[in-house]
């Protein structure tokens, strides 16, 4: 059975930083690539950050120098590292892993605000 589980969401200020993590099991990690998406309320998802199986990723202009995601091959778990957050970085951030298929987490709510 697949497990995508967020984690590390919460309340920040602005300028503040978060490390959010998506911890999978069931699939061959080392295999997938993993992207995390958000969405903010009335708008449409977004892929934020992406890496590949090797290591290769790739940003979304709104987050690039500000946001670092990373991979553990070994814990099977894709970081990512948000820092000088701002109000518009508000969102529920999810975690998809792809290995021919796509699988989903449930979520992790992230709230920049003072």
């Known amino acids: 059975q697949v497990h995508i589980v967020e984690s590390g969401g919460g309340l920040v200020q602005p300028g503040g930083s978060l490390s959010l993590s998506c911890a999978t099991s069931g699939i061959p990690f080392s295999l997938a690539a993993v992207g995390w998406y958000r969405q903010a309320p009335g708008k449409q998802r977004e892929l934020v950050a992406a890496?590949?199986?090797?290591?290769?990723?790739n940003y979304s202009d709104s987050v690039k120098g500000r946001f670092t995601i990373s991979r553990d091959n070994a814990k099977g778990t894709v970081y990512l590292q948000m820092n000088s957050l701002k109000p518009e970085d508000t969102a529920v951030y999810c975690c998809?892993?792809?290995?021919?298929?796509?699988?989903w987490g449930q979520g992790t709510q992230v709230t920049v605000s003072s």
């Open positions: 998809k892993a792809n290995i021919g298929k796509d699988y």
């Open positions: 890496i590949a199986s090797r290591g290769t990723t």
